[in-house]
């Protein structure tokens, strides 16, 4: 493979890893440069991916955790659940096409985004440690987030922060601190069985993971200091969804052929 492969492998990472650490979608920048640019099949990009998935959520959860932010405690029974769902989930990963890959996401992103645009406010709030969420709510919720992630993983930051943040009242910063523990949980588990498959391409992936480490480390280390972090990170949110979201839908496209 050409050395300038692995450079942008670096920068795409660094630039996926920032993006998870505090809003999400880091996995479209990896999963476009594999696919695309580099031409991998689905499934081995589906399972190259974990590697820098894990490095780079292990990483910020180290930072979170040293700034404080982590609450194992309170959302205990929520990592347990997402673990086994995302072991049910793996096994629709291994069958799945890129074409149908990308055809359930981006519907879903659609849903999605108009979820994080409705009242803003309540992205923007502290941790409400009195509330707790229903047993009944919590158990089908997170075994589905945790299939999900060990489905497809594109777009699991986003859907675990609108749980955490709008259904378990989260502050957003603690909210991600929580998130990329989950993910580094279920991630490492998932890396072993691609690899069994033999879906796995550890140059590549540990390409992708030097940067995502490097960068998820970086940002959700700032953002647990900042002081205004939970409104940028709210923006940055936005942002990026409605990136992905043209991206997803070829929008730059109609709107150049309307503008010619």
């Known amino acids: 493979m050409e050395f300038y492969y692995y450079i942008i492998a670096v920068a795409g990472g660094f630039l996926a890893g920032v993006l998870n650490a505090i809003a999400g979608f880091g996995s479209v920048v990896t999963l476009s440069i594999m696919i695309e640019f580099m031409g991998m099949p689905a499934n081995l990009a589906n399972g190259t991916n974990r590697i820098n998935m894990f490095s ?35 096994y629709y990963a291994l069958n799945i096409s890129n074409e149908d890959f990308k055809l359930i996401f981006k519907y879903i992103l659609l849903l999605m985004f ?64 929580i998130k990329v523990f989950i993910i580094a949980m279920y991630s490492l588990m998932l890396i072993f069985v691609f690899n069994y498959k033999g879906l ?34 709210y923006r940055i949110l936005i942002i990026v969804v409605l990136v992905v979201l043209f991206k997803t839908f070829d929008i730059y496209q109609v709107l150049l052929e309307f503008c010619i």
């Open 56 to 90: 780079q959520t292990a990483l910020s959860t180290l930072a979170y955790f040293r700034e404080g932010k982590l609450n194992f405690k309170r959302f205990r029974l929520a990592i347990i659940l997402t673990f086994m769902g995302s072991v049910m989930g793996v």
């Open 114 to 177: 108009i979820v994080v645009l409705v009242n803003p406010k309540r992205w923007i709030k502290e941790t409400d440690l009195d509330f707790k969420m229903k047993t009944w709510i919590t158990i089908p919720l997170f075994l589905a987030l945790g299939f999900y992630g060990g489905f497809i993983q594109m777009g699991m930051g986003l859907f675990t922060l609108i749980i955490l943040v709008l259904l378990a009242k989260t502050n957003i910063i603690e909210a991600n601190a």
């Open 200 to 233: 796995v391409d550890w140059k590549i992936g540990l390409t992708f993971a030097l940067g995502q480490g490097i960068g998820g480390y970086m940002a959700a280390h700032y953002a647990s200091t900042y002081p205004k972090a939970d409104i940028w990170v």
